[in-house]
C-alpha cells in the first residue's frame, strides 16, 4: 500500500519555473486557462469547465497526497509567481509501482519549454518519492506537441493502444510513452 507523499519542500524548481502545491486561491487562473479548447480537446477536463468543478478539484488534491496515490502540482513561473500549467502524476491501479504523468500549459506559456522542464522535474522526483518502477505518458496521437515533450524527456515511444480510453463520450486510441530509472541515466 503507498504510502502519504509529502510535497518537496522546497518547490521543485529550475529557476525559470517552479512546481509548487496548489490553492484555492489559484481557481480563478485555472478555470480561465482550461477554457482554450485546446486543453479538454487532449484531456479529460470537461470544456466550459466551472470555477465551482475547479474548486472541487483543487479541494481533492491533498487526498492523492495523503493516500500515495497521486501528486498535482501547479506550474508557475519562478519570477513572478503566474501560472502557467499544471503537473501530475497518477498511480496504477493495477500496479503501484507504474505512474501515468498528466500535464496542461495555459495558451499564452507555450512553445516555451514550459511542459518539458515541469515533466523533467516532476519524473526525477516521483522516481524517488513514489518509489516508481515505471512513468507513463499516454497522449492522443493528433497531440503532436505532446509527443514531443515525452521524447524531449526521455520517454519511449511503444505503440498505440487502440480505443484505450473514454474521453468524452467516444473511445480514443492513445500512444503509449514510458520512461524508466534507468532512461535517466542516458
Request: with cysteine.
Amino acid at each position: 500500500m503507498p504510502r502519504a507523499l509529502l510535497p518537496p519542500s522546497p518547490h521543485l524548481t529550475d529557476g525559470r519555473i517552479t512546481l509548487r502545491a496548489w490553492s484555492m486561491d489559484d481557481a480563478a487562473a485555472v478555470t480561465a486557462a482550461v477554457q482554450d479548447p485546446e486543453i479538454p480537446r487532449f484531456m479529460g477536463i470537461p470544456p466550459n469547465h466551472t470555477i465551482e468543478g475547479v474548486r472541487r478539484w483543487l479541494g481533492g488534491v491533498p487526498d492523492g497526497f495523503e493516500s500515495g496515490t497521486s501528486a498535482s502540482f501547479a506550474i508557475v513561473s519562478s519570477a513572478s509567481g503566474a501560472l502557467l500549467g499544471s503537473v501530475g502524476i497518477e498511480r496504477s491501479s493495477d500496479d503501484p509501482q507504474i505512474g501515468e504523468i498528466g500535464y496542461w500549459v495555459a495558451a499564452e506559456a507555450r512553445r516555451c519549454g514550459v511542459a518539458g522542464a515541469a515533466v523533467g522535474l516532476l519524473v526525477r522526483w516521483a522516481f524517488i518519492t513514489m518509489q516508481l518502477a515505471r512513468i507513463e505518458i499516454t497522449t492522443h496521437p493528433d497531440n503532436v506537441a505532446s509527443l514531443a515533450v515525452a521524447r524531449k524527456c526521455g520517454f519511449v515511444a511503444e505503440g498505440v493502444l487502440r480505443s484505450y480510453r473514454e474521453h468524452h463520450g467516444e473511445r480514443v486510441d492513445l500512444v503509449m510513452c514510458s520512461l524508466l530509472p534507468a532512461d535517466l541515466d542516458r
